[in-house]
């Protein structure tokens, strides 16, 4: 299977600016279908990014975030090839991972 997310990592003067997007339906539970039948809540819960060994961000999130998330954030004290790890996990116990070298 095909990873869910893409992320682009680059360092510069000690910070790293990370940018990532995830591919996932996010469903509220309050959309309906064609048929009129409420669309079961389907949507992210955490979402993780880890450098060698130590948690950078960390987020939390619920049904009112947009179908395939957009997230940017910075940190400080990375450094070009450093990997990146970001992983997330749904709330019907799905998840994804994906690791990276920081350009």
Known sequence: MASTIRVRAIAADGNVEV?????????????KNDKGQ???AHFIQTVTFETKGK???????GPAISKDPYLKF???????????????TD?????????????
Do not use: C
Not at 20 to 28: A, Q
Not at 91 to 103: C, I, Q, R, Y
């Open 19 to 31: 940018q990532s997007l995830i591919r996932h339906p996010m469903d509220s539970g309050f959309m």
């Open 74 to 88: 910075s940190y400080q004290g990375g450094a070009k090839g450093d990997p990146l790890t970001i992983s997330w």
């Open 38 to 40: 409420i669309i079961p």
């Open 55 to 61: 948690i950078v961000f960390t987020a939390f999130w």
């Open 91 to 103: 709330n019907e116990g799905m998840s994804d991972t994906l690791t990276t070298k920081v350009a």
